[in-house]
């Protein structure tokens, strides 16, 4: 079992430009969720993807969304990069036995 | 709105003498809480997970409490090791759907 992957593990955008991070779930489950943590804080809920739809969503503006594919891989995008966008973004699935992290993507915006 | 809180923020310790790490939160209608380490950098490995119709849960040389009345969880870790040395983060899972919400960590070092 592969667990929960995440795809790319650095990356470094510009002001204004557009990202796509990836995230493949642990096997067996159907929910994934997206954090943002910056450093020194804890993580911070985004949002969660469960039979490709958002279903709830934390306290982050649309410049943020996502998808969920059939195969319950999802992405994270992220429009209009801010330098405040600067943050280690972690995926979670989850089911019954609690959460599982991937190894996260840091996001470098200059 | 859930808040959960760890105290202290960093910890030092000398090899073999026990970690008692401090979790708090708000609400206590919660479905279950979660212990997590993190390496710098890295992401989150889950340690243990408590229900909320349990008291404790045990891992080898980890044991974690939960008290859903006072709003506090503590992670006990026997023995202390220098390969120990990372972020503990707790969060407490607000709704059926597995929403966590976490505190900032507290950085434990030890040495050797």
């Known amino acids: 079992d592969a667990g929960v992957t995440q795809s790319p593990t650095h990356l470094i955008k510009t002001r204004g430009q557009q990202v796509t991070l990836r995230c493949s779930p642990k096997?067996?489950?159907?929910?994934v969720s997206w954090y943002q943590q910056a450093l020194g804080q804890g993580p911070q809920f985004i949002f969660q993807y469960y039979e490709e739809e958002e279903r709830q969503r934390g306290n982050f503006p649309d410049r943020f969304s996502g998808h969920q594919f059939p195969n319950y891989s999802s992405e994270l995008n992220v429009n209009a990069l801010l330098l405040g966008d600067s943050a280690l973004y972690l995926c979670?699935?989850?089911?019954?036995?609690?959460?599982?992290f991937g190894q996260g993507t840091r996001l470098t915006v200059v | 709105k859930q808040e959960v809180t760890q105290i202290p923020a960093a910890l030092s310790v000398p090899e073999g003498e026990n970690l008692v790490l401090n979790c708090s939160f708000t609400d206590s209608a919660i479905y279950n809480l979660q212990w997590f380490r993190q390496d710098p950098g890295k992401g989150l490995t889950s340690l243990l997970l408590?229900?909320?119709?349990?008291r404790e849960q045990t891992s080898g040389r980890l044991n974690a409490s939960l008290d859903k009345s006072s709003g506090r969880s503590t992670l006990y870790i026997a023995a202390s090791q220098p390969g120990d040395s990372a972020t503990y983060l707790c969060a407490a899972t607000t709704d059926s759907w597995g929403k966590l919400q976490f505190g900032a960590g507290t950085q434990v070092v030890v040495t050797p």
């Open positions: 096997s067996g489950h159907d929910t």
């Open positions: 979670a699935s989850s089911s019954q036995g609690g959460a599982f």
């Open positions: 408590i229900q909320s119709s349990q």
